[in-house]
């Protein structure tokens, strides 16, 4: 029903800057709201944004003011722009999307498979 494909992930020095994309391809199913996540080693995944269908966004508190999520007309694809970056963020980043199969009636999730990102001197 839904497939996500993250890229962009990297190496990067403190201050520097990334965009990260999420390829979106999906059959028979309406996105609701889509997100990306982050999970470091040995911690929970947490949620860094996130957009609505209708185009509202949600940050965490600690990337509010750097990371910007945004996704293209079509909605294709969602990225996550990402400055001054801290060593705080490496981890991977994960794309979520959350919606509806087509005349189904409980809502679903899926996961991309992560990019790593590193941000280190």
């Known amino acids: 029903q839904v497939q996500l494909v993250e890229s962009g992930g990297g190496l990067v020095q403190p201050g520097g800057s990334l965009r990260l994309s999420c390829a979106v391809s999906?059959?028979?199913?309406?996105?609701?709201?889509m997100g990306w996540y982050r999970q470091a080693p040995g911690q929970q995944r947490e949620l860094v944004a996130s957009i609505a269908s209708g185009g509202v966004t949600t940050y965490a508190p600690s990337v509010k003011g750097r990371f910007t999520i945004s996704r293209d007309n079509a909605e294709t694809t969602l990225y996550l722009q990402m400055h001054s970056l801290t060593p705080e963020d490496t981890a991977v980043y994960y794309c979520?999307?959350?919606?509806?199969?087509?005349?189904?009636?409980?809502?679903?999730?899926?996961w991309g498979q992560g990019t790593q990102v590193t941000v280190s001197s």
């Open positions: 979520h999307a959350e919606g509806r199969l087509i005349d189904g009636i409980r809502n679903s999730g899926y």
């Open positions: 999906r059959r028979r199913f309406n996105i609701n709201a």
